[in-house]
């Protein structure tokens, strides 16, 4: 048994019993989704075993999808956990088609042993296995994405609880993944401390302006953010075919006037667009257009819908970003009506009570998804004082894992 | 008008003229798609312009279009290129339906300049709008994917040439981006070489394993790579939301025994699984599944399906890697099916004549497209020789850039 395993789950079993290593990190003898069932009966049937539990959950459990999953030494790597089994090199996946492959198990509360025609032998863990059942879900560990109601409001977490050993931590990165949208509050105003927070997570996401970079007016911008312009609400690189998932933005310095910033839920907007102009909201997401990027040592260019819906016909990702925005490049008859929708998409976009509004204060910290969440500012003037802001990116991935981890 | 733009066209114009700058900086005035045409023809229709050139091509442009591509230095950033024109607050807008918002135009061989009926104007290079016609597409720097035909062998590019001033950077990029997989000989044998090579072209993408990793066995594995197991073929990081696109492995030493190399081009084992098993890939194309990865400090997890197709129904991406497969979670009616389907696709995968099989020799670096092409090793025994690869990601976007910036 791996000690992590150990420590996560067996040490702390409430049943007294050591449980059946199935070279897994997640708990499945407690907490969320395990269950305290009995398993109470195992019957073969053709090319499966049925199981009953004590708290009245069955399920069918084809005999592929068992020996495909066994834990054990042989066929899971015991140091790195990963399959070292391979079905397709072994000669028993040729007689689960005549219900020659298993040739006894056996079965308690809190485990099944099945002994195949081989002669090797797998071990499951009961409670692994009613977590697992085929047509149950695994509980989920992350939150689900909601959409802003309005006059919505970002969740706050100090930065003191972010870095303490309470929950602070698991509830940034919920609020982040529910809203998309979550201030830090309090932190040090010293250079460095988003990529110090952004490290703890997962590896800075680099990108065409740098794994790190500063907000702030410059005399050569090669992009409008690094000027003192107002930033209508955009999303960031659109250009690249995997723009960033999460944006880190840190202020060190705002005694500027103006450069407020604002955000809204790209992923509402879009919602009420499908209500109100259902048309606009066709065209915008079954139309793809270019997004391009430039300078002396850059060409960055993509052709993706403003909004790209998934499977189910759900919102997945919002790009929009005006500057640049490339050559539009449509047959004649279409560009006018795809004009009007981008209208109708920015002009909710615009609508106060479907936005956020904020100063960001020295020592605060904006995270966003920038796939969802659409963030501007103001335009300020950099003769009545400094505007400095760190930012960085990180991949959703990194954030889901790190919550996983977390409530390990 | 920018240096940049003056550098890769202007100058170099043998008309002898200035062309007109459309804030770009790819060349529209000679070059891959551009013209030697003259604008011959200017006609007003309704709510658009009809343009017709001295080689036939004739372009209907959209009044709309006209406008929000103006590229004076109000409209544009004169630094950034940048759009700041914002369609949403120009009340000229209101007067497209109206056929009111023109006031006047002319044009000549090399240019079209449009008066609005706010007094603000638009001039157009000649060449410039002949490429960006709507309905005729902008020719594409980037070569086509081409898939591999039976005993397929890759591109080689000498170190040399690479980092010449040839065009050896070119060839390299374009056999990786046409195949999915080109070779690098006669490298230096140095540490960070791979590093050097992928900075050149953008920033290194990081992951759980590191921006720049190295392959060889260690003691302590957190996964299969750094072992001297043997490596079948697979696909990194499915288990992520956006695998890593280019990989590169530098070859810095390999005396072991043991220890090939080989790939295969993902898309064309798919398109033979869809011709001889359509059943087979139906199944793999539509049916999500769950990859993961977990070690202490991570849980990486995605549900997506083997066989990733576009709109189109082509293969856009493959993710395939035995050790990561998760718990297949699907009704217990759909698991055997999708086992038959699965074994189906690695059968194809190790099929002789749709691999390509090398021994990696110290100094080489392989490149291929993760997404596309699988790669595997044999087992090699570190008791008889060293095996030490370093390698590291990159985006796909900087390599499409890289070429793009390379074909100025």
Not at 124 to 143: I, K, N, V, Y
Not at 181 to 187: N, P, R
Not at 306 to 324: A, M, Y
């Amino acid at each position: 048994m791996s000690s992590a395993n150990a420590f996560n789950d067996a040490l702390t079993d409430h049943h007294g019993e050591t449980p059946i290593d199935m070279a897994e990190l997640r708990r499945y003898r407690q907490g969320n989704g395990a269950t305290d069932a009995a398993l109470e009966s195992a019957v073969q049937e053709v090319r499966r075993l049925t199981l009953a539990w004590s708290d009245g959950r069955t399920g069918q459990f084809p005999l592929m999808w068992l020996r495909d999953h066994c834990a054990c030494d042989q066929c899971r790597h015991p140091l790195t956990r990963e399959r070292l089994y391979k079905l397709l090199d072994d000669p028993l996946w040729e007689r689960f088609a005549t219900d020659e492959a298993l040739a006894a198990f056996e079965f308690d509360d809190r485990s099944l042993t099945l002994t195949w025609q081989d002669g090797h032998v797998s071990r499951f863990d009961a409670g692994w296995l009613h977590q697992r059942c085929p047509g149950h879900e695994l509980t989920t560990l992350l939150p689900t994405a909601t959409p802003w109601v309005e006059a919505f409001t970002p969740a706050h977490v100090s930065h003191a609880d972010f870095v303490g050993n309470g929950d602070g931590r698991s509830r940034w990165a919920s609020a982040l993944l529910r809203d998309g949208l979550v201030m830090l509050d309090q932190g040090p105003c010293e250079l460095e401390e988003v990529s110090r927070i952004a490290e703890s997570i997962g590896p800075m996401r680099s990108t065409n302006f740098g794994g790190r970079f500063d907000v702030r007016s410059v005399p050569n911008p090669n992009n409008a953010a690094y000027t003192a312009i107002g930033l209508e609400l955009h999303t960031d690189l659109p250009n690249w075919r995997q723009p960033p998932d999460i944006q880190l933005l840190y202020c060190l310095e705002n005694d500027a006037e103006g450069g407020e910033s604002s955000f809204a839920d790209g992923f509402a907007v879009a919602e009420i667009l499908r209500e109100e102009n259902p048309e606009a909201f066709r065209v915008l997401s079954e139309t793809p257009i270019d997004f391009r990027f430039q300078d002396d040592g850059h060409d960055i260019a993509v052709r993706e819908p403003v909004i790209d819906l998934d499977g189910d016909g759900r919102p997945r990702e919002i790009r929009f970003n005006n500057w640049i925005r490339d050559t539009l490049s449509l047959p004649a008859d279409r560009i006018e009506a795809w004009y009007e929708a981008y209208r109708a998409f920015w002009q909710i976009l615009r609508r106060p009570e479907r936005r956020v509004e904020l100063t960001l204060e020295p020592g605060q910290m904006i995270a966003f998804d920038n796939r969802r969440v659409l963030h501007g500012r103001n335009a300020f003037d950099p003769n009545t004082g400094k505007r400095h802001l760190q930012g960085t990116y990180l991949d959703l991935d990194m954030l889901q894992s790190h919550l996983r981890v977390l409530s390990r």
